[in-house]
């Protein structure tokens, strides 16, 4: 027998269920005013941010989908992505060829990456997120020892622009002038002197559409029942484990393809730091949007694209208006992004106690009935 709840208890629930993202709304309605931005001026900057940084948010769906919570290991796809910009840099293709072929170069990697991160986050379950994010450290080291120690010695690299002046080891930035811009002015359309992207965007709804295709495949079906319980999945003969390290793979390829739409719109590489904070402010935008380490969909990633992102944008000149001090919107930012991934992990485990107990009462409840 389901306990009937009354409209207030519906409304706290309401309110309950969506606390981050109504905790965000309230941040930006503070901080719009005292920013002094146009409509205008927020409106542009909110779909820069839409184009620059979807795809990457999109890649963290799959491992969701698979009850393995929030992929940090997405790092490693970004670090692939952006192996391969290195490359067609120093070989000098540009325009949507050169995307294109760093996609291809980066491709391999995540998925070698991707399968050695699966095989690893198979050994640690229940604490895949703790996992995947000290995997990316680690591997942000091997990285870094092949970019800054391998590539010009042992890895040929003919551009002097790219090599550091010893003769070996990648500059800290590398300029991707080649392809900057080439997929967001591939299609442009100007609506109340806003350019909208069409090409970019596009490609995003592609990435959304195949996730809604993915999920009704049978491999989905089989990630979603993985996802509800291991045990029942490998009882109906699903293969848990190779399921659980394919949607790391898919993921890691696909953070892999993001991270180079991602610096195409930048159009500058930072090559020891870019890479560094993509899978904790991707988490911490999906989950502002409302996800969860259980749950999330689509709508998740734009609304928390929109939200976090207008609150990057607004805090800087809202700290400097208040009290004079820009800074104090950078430090509120980084402690937000920090702040939000450990709200939400909070609240997931408050909500999913509230519901055992629910379920519990209901449970009760039938029986007091059949008795």
Known sequence: MKLQMTNTQKVLRFMANNTVPILFLVICAFGIPLSGYSA?????EIIIRIVRNSFLIVS?????????????????????????LIFISDWGIVGIPGMLLAMIISTPISILLGWWCGKILN??????????YIIGFFMNGIYQLIVLYGMGAVIPIRSNALVLPRGYGIR?????????KSLDNLLTVRLFGIPIPLATLALIALLCLFVLWFKKTKLGQDMRAVGQDMEVARAAGIRVEHTRIISIIISTVFAGFGMIVYMQNIGTL?????????????????????????????????????????MFIVSPMAGKNLIGQAQLGEYFRVFVSYGV??????????????DENIAGLELAADQGVQA
């Not at 205008?40 to 542009?44: K, V």
């Open 123 to 132: 050994m640690a379950k229940g604490r895949e997120m703790v996992t995947s």
């Open 60 to 84: 963290l769906l799959i491992p969701i989908l698979a009850g393995m919570g929030l992929n940090f290991g997405m790092t490693l796809g970004a670090m692939a992505g952006q192996i391969g």
């Open 40 to 44: 205008n001026y927020l409106l542009s």
């Open 341 to 354: 991934i450990t709200i939400s992990l909070v609240l997931y485990e408050v909500r999913k106690k509230r």
């Open 270 to 310: 930072n090559t020891y730091n870019s890479h560094m904070q993509i899978g904790m402010f991707s988490v911490a935008a999906l989950l502002v949007g409302g996800a969860t380490v259980a749950k999330a969909n689509i709508r998740n990633v734009f609304l928390g694209v929109i939200l976090f992102h207008l």
């Open 172 to 180: 800290n930035t590398v300029n991707l002038i080649g392809i900057r």
